[in-house]
């Protein structure tokens, strides 16, 4: 199947510093990554949907001066929270999605982000 | 506007049979998935209906009905690492998922 990595898989980082988070399609190309934040015990909730080689699009509330996507290649895509706060601290999803008939969306493993 | 509707938790014994419903309404459809979600860690694929009926796989089988906007996820012979949380997500026209807020399972011995 399909497999998706994110790294790193944890990271604590001080108030104000920039993290950067990279997700990786390693056996197929994905013509769309998404990024996804999750708090404790809540649902997913989709921060941005980028398309590679184009900007990407953020949904409403989502500072897109804040959280920096970029998604240079068919296999990578970053998200980078810059100036941390405590309230960033959360677990950050992305998926994948290639060309497959169901169009389905392949996670990572998560990376949690905890700002001090 | 576009909305999953699912129960918040759910609990069931070991061995026994589970049903957790979704009700949805999508900008378009282009299918409904079902997720697995363990504590601390990242939805896992388990089940893609995009025509009405019944997908067996396995102990686990989803069900689609279009006209009536609903799906469910069915557990057979539970067992105790079944305890997670179980995402419905609808895919809209622009082939987006839209999730629902996830039901908790909670298996009991």
Redesign the interface.
Known sequence: GAVVSQHPSWVICKSGTSVKIECRSLDFQATTMFWYRQFPKQSLMLMATSNEGSKATYEQGVEKDKFLINHASLTLSTLTVTSAHPEDSSFYICSARGTSETNEQYFGPGTRLTVT | GQNIDQPTEMTATEGAIVQINCTYQTSGF??L?W?QQHA??????LS?N?LDGLEEKGRFSSFLSRSKGYSYLLLKELQMKDSASY?CAG?DSN???I????TKLIIKP
């Open positions: 282009n299918g998935f997720y601390g860690e990242a939805p896992t694929f893609y995009v995402l895919m082939y987006q998922l999730w629902g807020a996830g």
